[in-house]
């Protein structure tokens, strides 16, 4: 390690070391740890316990032996699904409907709203010590950065995304790539530690220094893998190189398989068809194949070692003894990527050996259509493909072992669920802001009753791109695409358009979207771009 990349490491430790911890209020003993992990662009079968083939023991284990719920739903993309997990509101009312970029409206500000408490925030005020170790992505205004909404010790990567081995530029629009520690501005070198272990590194030197304290902590684990640019550690690609030669379709039909065997899906849900861009294997040269299986092995050995790392955390509560009297929950933050960033002419362009610091690439629509099995479309589309998630809870001897829920939930769901395990409620008035009223509801019921009833309609809308879900019926469309109906009990793989059928049932169903959408201040996407 050269003399920057030690001098970053260490001003890591040394600036987490000088923030001044919370005051101790009651002891740990009488609240839990929390710890909220969050992926980057994790398709719903891209874990072991989902049905991949990727080794992903960790939070396999915590599969289990806690709690699947397998129609957890988040809102499609990045900055959305953030603002949503962290305030418990939808992503429009948080003041983040699309990117950080300010759209000219309070829905579409691009930046936490003043009218939206953090979970950190709202635990802080009963004692917590409060981590955030990632990619952050909320807002670029100081109002809106972690070190100002809660968070005692923060390492953050602010934009949507960065190299796993620097912080070098990935667009040439002027656009910059910022990490943030502890509100100080921070660069990382091509000898850094690779990032999925160094935001870990960052929580488990944070976790280190409040284990002692008699109060309990809250640690917000926000990887930005595996987000491209697909980079890994050679020694992971190696373990996953030459397993997809078999190629897309059958990794699609294998997962299936294994999704209806576990019991995530029903064999009801037949697998969507292959994505209509995506060419068949078969048809591919030798050379062809070997690109395409080197980029999926990067993707999957990104995946790999981030649940290495997230064992090294779990390791790190059981060492000092609080893994018993730790809630665990693990999202991702939309569904599996379509991107295609070397046709991106904004995007800086880097050919060297895959999945270096010298390449940059991403997986593609084809293998992005493989990680959201059963499910069509991707990230930033609201058909499910785009906005399924999987969802894992554990907290011994509170959550059923190896429990499934069918339960309908979402990801404002998260705030009410963490704040009745702390014991707190809402608040009305916050920092002498009036609150917007909580979307969600918690999650508890489900800890011990796995199929709790719950009632539950909930809304997207993401450049264009837009849907809402009420008991079985989806109804859902791209921009400026006509409305699509979906019997999700028989049919979630959205493979059966109604709304030829039922149009009354089309009409109900929009009369309701755009009661919610006049509500929380979306405004036509084609008007705003």
Known sequence: MNKKASFWMGAIWALAVMTPASVPAQPASEKPNIVLILADDLGFSD??????????????????????????????????????????????????????????????????SKNSATIAQLLKTVGYNTIVSGK?????????????????????LQNNGASYFNSEPLYNDGRTVTFQLNGRAMQRYDTSRYLTQA????????????????????????????????????????????KYLQGWDALREARYRKLVSSGIIQKEWKLSP????????????????????????????????????????????KAFGRDRNTLVIFISDNGG????????????????????????????????????????????????????????????????????????????DIMPTILETAGLHYPEVFGNENLTPLVGTSLTPLFQNPQATRSKTI?????????????????????????????????RSENHNLAVRYPRKVKELEKEYLEWAAKVGVVDWNTIK
């Open 274 to 317: 292959r994505y209509e861009k995506a060419p068949g294997w078969n048809a591919l040269s030798a050379a062809e194949k070997e690109q395409w299986d080197t980029r999926m092995a990067i993707y999957a050995a990104m995946i790999d070692r981030m649940d290495q790392c997230i064992g090294q955390v779990l390791d790190k509560l």
């Open 136 to 156: 952050w992505h909320v807002g670029l205004v100081p109002s809106a950065w972690a070190v100002n909404r809660g968070f005692d010790q923060s390492f953050t």
């Open 47 to 112: 874990l072991g316990s989902f049905g991949s083939e990727i080794h992903t023991p960790n939070l396999d284990k915590l599969a289990h032996e806690g709690l699947r719920i397998t129609q957890f739903y988040n809102s499609g993309r990045c900055c959305p699904s953030r603002a949503a997990l962290l305030t418990g509101l939808y992503p429009h009312q948080a003041g983040v409907g699309d990117m950080v970029q300010d759209k000219g409206t309070p829905a579409y500000q691009g930046y936490l």
């Open 199 to 242: 935001i870990t590194d960052f929580a488990l030197h944070s976790i280190d220094r409040v284990k002692d304290q008699p109060n309990p902590f809250f640690l917000y684990l926000a990887y930005n893998a595996p987000h491209w640019p697909i980079q890994a550690l050679p020694e992971d690609i190696a373990r996953y190189k030459g």
């Open 337 to 412: 990527s379509g991107d295609t960033v070397r046709e991106w002419s904004y995007v800086i362009q880097k050919n060297g050996e895959p999945g270096s610091v010298k390449a940059i690439d991403s997986y593609d629509p084809p293998w992005g259509n493989a990680s959201n099995t059963p499910f069509k479309l991707f990230k930033k589309n609201t058909h499910e493909g785009g906005i399924a998630s999987p969802f894992i809870a554990w907290f011994p001897g509170k959550i059923k072992a190896n429990a499934l829920s069918t339960q309908v939930s979402h990801i404002t």
């Open 459 to 491: 809304f997207w809308e993401h450049e264009g791109s837009r849907a809402i879900r009420k008991a079985d019926w989806k109804l859902v469309a791209e921009i400026n695409q006509p409305w699509e109906l979906y019997d999700l009990k028989t049919d």
